[in-house]
């Protein structure tokens, strides 16, 4: 029978877990196929004829034994029995002692949207309105469009396929678009990315995302892999077709289409102002001195709305400015700022494999580093420095949004087959590495590492947005040196090689320096002399967060932060878990409590609000905001 990698709800199954398969068991045909069969039966203690059909849930690499790598799976299994063999199975193995666990399998519940739409609360309000489409503003959008809300989107970026274009055209050398870049556009920033689909959050909302991007168009197998990813030559097609599903399901899409005005009225949103901008010209065939000429017909519309999510990215620093000069309530937030690094794949193949590296079934490595140093002077704790991003066989990519500032992040392609592997390596900043009060100081703080990243790359002899780079050994030495002997960076408007302690605070560049040999002793060669370092990596993460209540929604300055009067933690907390899963309240318990906070009608969402960190946690913020805001109609 074959091996499937699906979740069907239609039969039951066992489940094993924890079950080592050898690397071969990974490849395709019936030898792999009998592995597992034999895998499995020992496990079970049956005969491999008595297994009716394999399920592959999950796998994952153990790599911790160099002379044993292999993989750990779980595995759902149809015996021939039947549920009567399947159960006789469980009560065995719970005697018997051994590596694997069984247990009943619990099949995949499909997510499941109110009716909302024709409700009188809902038609007695203007639509919802999302900004952005990033992971966070698809799947909220894509939640109430389904909820028969018709949302309104609105993308200050362009369509994925004009964007691609216009991302290509900035690879190329011509002049930076700021509206639509790595940063702006269809899909957000993580469409230029490793497209990991991990997260460190627990969330309900986790497996509800995974389907849905397969709905979408996504590999079946991100399902099962312990490390799903996606990659940007497939995210594009995904997102579209996310958005032609909000279409289809009753919502409208506006790209170019910029927020640009907030207003209140007696602590509620009464009104949003949008702005559409269509170039009149190209940006192509200009000089690159000049980063930004091209003019703009605008388009303003003032529109009625009581309901707005608002799920820009962690790059839209004017929406930040609008949003704090409405008098929302905003605070400084940690973020982390640093360098890409970058490797031979095959390098960080060795270091993680040992001798089993190449083979066929594992593909490129990855790693994920993290320590925390001891402070320096004049420092109350020592900071973290990580890996964050970590790109196998990927490029770091040219990611600038303003005029005479370079970015860097990192992406890799679904078949992650570069030359080079690349990672963020970040040091975390706080509220006390600011410059004043202002809930946008962090903002500051990226902006003047941009700029002087772009400056110290001119100074060096470069084109404009070159990005700066240096080899660890010359970082190290405080050398500006030369190219590496080892590793072509891949940074597509190339290097000027200078000293990095140009355009890092000198905190970040010690922490950076401290951190270098330690991590290696955790993964030779990180710190290989030949190693680049590319800068700078300022958009890790959102430097601000919009404070929102338990009901989902943001808070005027002038409201305190808690919202209002208390009600016993057991009740809050019970009835927070009605209004996100949909349950009805008891005895009105859960109207109470949303009762308690002002209904502001503002819903911060996603990372650039403060409430997630990549693809995943954003997605999964997206519907959980959605649902919020489809359970404050129901209860209206």
């Known amino acids: 029978m074959p091996i499937i990698a699906i979740d069907s709800p239609e039969e039951t199954m066992l489940e094993i877990s924890n079950l080592a398969l050898p690397l071969d068991a990974g490849l395709e045909g019936k030898q792999a196929e009998k592995l597992v069969r034999r895998a499995a039966a020992r496990a079970l203690n049956v005969a491999p004829s008595d297994i009716a059909e394999i399920r592959l849930l999950k796998r994952s690499v153990d790599a911790r034994k160099k002379h044993d790598v292999h993989f750990v799976a779980t595995l759902g299994i149809e015996l021939a029995g039947g549920a009567q063999a399947e159960a006789v199975a469980i009560e065995a193995a719970a005697h018997r002692k051994g590596a694997a666990n069984v247990k009943a399998h619990r099949p995949y519940e499909p997510l499941q949207v109110p009716q909302v739409g024709a409700s009188r609360q809902a038609q007695d309000e203007p639509r919802p309105i999302v900004v952005g489409?990033?992971?966070?503003?698809?799947f909220c959008a894509l939640f109430l469009a389904r909820a028969g809300l018709r949302p309104l989107v609105v993308e200050r970026g362009a369509a994925v396929d004009e964007r691609m274009a216009a991302v290509d055209a900035f690879n190329a050398g011509e002049p930076l678009d700021p509206h639509t870049n790595i940063q702006y556009g269809e899909g957000g920033a993580g469409t230029f990315s490793d497209g990991k689909l991990t997260t460190n959050i627990k969330s309900p909302w986790a497996q509800h995302v995974l389907h849905l991007f397969v709905e979408a168009g996504a590999p079946e197998e991100i399902l099962w892999q312990a490390k799903p990813h996606i990659g940007t030559d497939l995210l594009v097609d995904i997102v579209r077709n996310i958005r032609k599903q909000i279409e289809q399901a009753g919502g409208e899409v506006r790209f170019n289409t910029q927020l640009t005005a907030?207003?209140?009225?007696?602590?509620?949103?009464?009104?949003?102002e949008i702005t559409s901008l269509q170039p009149t010209q190209?940006?192509?065939g200009r000089s690159t001195n000049c980063p930004d000429t091209a003019r703009f017909e605008t388009t303003a519309e003032s529109i009625p709305a009581s309901r707005v999510v608002l799920a820009c990215g962690h790059s839209a620093r004017d929406t930040?400015?609008?949003v704090r000069d409405a008098g929302v309530h905003m605070e400084q937030k940690p973020f982390s700022v640093g360098?890409?690094?970058e490797h031979p794949q095959q390098l960080i193949n060795r270091s993680q494999y040992g001798k089993a590296a190449g083979h066929p079934a594992l593909g490129a490595a990855d790693y994920k580093l993290s320590m925390h140093l001891?402070?320096?002077?004049?420092?109350e704790q020592g900071r973290g420095v990580y890996t964050f991003c970590m790109c196998p066989g990927g490029e770091v990519v040219c990611a600038a949004s303003e005029p005479e500032g370079v970015v860097v992040n990192g992406m890799s392609r679904f078949a992650r087959d570069g030359q080079n592997a690349n990672s963020a390596l970040l040091v975390g900043v706080g509220p006390e590495d600011f410059d004043g009060e202002d809930p946008l100081a962090g903002v500051k703080l990226q902006r003047e590492m941009e700029q002087a990243a772009y400056r110290a790359a001119i100074a060096a002899g470069g084109e404009p947005y070159q990005a700066p780079a240096q080899t660890v050994g010359d970082f190290l030495a405080h050398r500006a040196g030369g190219p590496s002997k080892q590793v072509k960076p891949t940074y597509a408007r190339g290097v000027a090689?200078?000293?990095?302690?140009e355009c890092l605070p000198p905190f970040v560049a010690r922490a950076m320096e401290q951190a270098l040999p330690q991590l290696d002793r955790r993964l030779h060669g990180f710190a290989d002399p030949q190693a680049v370092l590319t800068g700078v990596e300022t958009r890790s993460s959102s430097p601000v967060r919009i404070v929102r209540g338990k009901n989902m929604q943001a808070q005027l300055a002038a409201a305190p932060a808690s919202g209002g009067a208390q009600v016993e933690a057991g009740l809050q907390a019970q009835a927070r878990t009605q209004a996100l899963s949909g349950s009805p309240a008891v005895n009105g318990q859960l109207a109470d409590v949303v009762a308690l906070e002002p209904e502001t009608?503002?819903?911060?969402?996603g990372e650039g609000a403060g409430y997630a960190g990549g693809i995943m946690s954003a997605a999964c913020d997206g519907l959980r905001v959605a649902s919020a805001l489809v359970e404050s109609l129901r209860l209206k």
Do not use: M, S
């Open 133 to 138: 489409t990033g992971p966070a503003g698809l």
């Open 262 to 272: 907030l207003h209140f009225e007696n602590g509620h949103l009464t009104q949003a």
């Open 282 to 284: 190209t940006l192509r």
């Open 339 to 341: 360098v890409r690094i």
């Open 320 to 322: 930040f400015e609008l």
């Open 601 to 605: 009608g503002l819903y911060p969402c």
């Open 497 to 501: 090689w200078c000293d990095l302690h």
């Open 374 to 379: 001891r402070p320096q002077k004049g420092e």
